[in-house]
């Protein structure tokens, strides 16, 4: 007997074992069509992470952009994870005697100037500025200007002879607005003849953000 639909009557079919097999052949079929036109997806590349997104310090700055480690818990920081800086100067006599009414260098002043090279060689974070001070003869616009003159003459020294880079080093004239000393003799005129050397630094300080349990301090 043929596995097939065998009918007995106009109302009435009879199933036969080929039927479950053609219809799993129609689904499959089914399948495959919507498989064929379902559009392509196209996978997201996988992303790396470069840098380094951890905050060590706890300072609220990723490691990645943090250029100052270790921060002081609490302390008010830039975007980089730096406190506050501060620029200290601190005044240094140059022993150069000069003559009146001349911005020569001497030649037995090389040898302070050199001193003060070596220094500047050996911390190299300082930069310079050369003060030059006359005394009170002549008139003021003329004093400006050879204490202009003088503190050039040794801000030249230490960058043409010493090589001291040229951006670490300034230079100002006074006149006789600084004196050191006052009265009319001529020792008092040699001593107020003179050059400074102010030595700037710049220091870290850490400054603590306010919070509702800061002390307020005294004025």
């Not at 043929?2 to 080929?18: K, Y």
């Not at 052949?25 to 997201?44: F, I, K, T, Y």
């Not at 500025?129 to 050039?152: C, F, P, V, Y």
């Not at 020792?187 to 003849?193: D, E, K, L, Q």
Request: net charge negative.
């Amino acid at each position: 007997m043929n596995n097939r639909l065998v009918n007995t009557s106009a109302n009435f079919a009879f199933w036969t074992p080929a039927l479950p097999a053609l219809l799993l052949v129609l689904l499959l079929a089914l399948v495959l069509s919507a498989c064929a036109q379902a559009p392509l997806v196209e996978m997201e590349p996988e992303v790396v992470q470069v840098n380094d997104l951890r905050d060590y310090d706890s300072d609220g700055v990723v490691k990645a952009r943090d250029k100052c480690k270790e921060t002081v818990p609490g302390a008010a920081i830039d975007n980089y994870g730096c406190g506050t800086r501060t620029t200290s100067r601190e005044p240094l006599n140059i022993n150069i005697k000069f003559a009146n009414n001349s911005y020569e260098i001497p030649d037995e002043a090389y040898g302070e100037i050199k001193k003060l090279a070596d220094f500047l060689e050996k911390h190299q974070t300082l930069n310079v500025m050369i003060e030059g001070h006359t005394s009170k003869t002549g008139g003021e616009q003329l004093n400006q200007t050879l204490s202009d003159n003088r503190a050039n003459a040794v801000a030249r020294v230490l960058v043409d002879k010493f090589n001291i880079p040229r951006q670490r080093v300034s230079s100002v004239g006074f006149g006789f607005k600084r004196l050191e000393q006052t009265g009319d003799s001529e020792a008092v005129h040699a001593v107020n003849r003179r050059i400074m050397a102010e030595l700037a630094y710049s220091t870290h300080k850490d400054e603590m953000m306010w919070t509702i349990y800061t002390v307020d301090r005294a004025e």
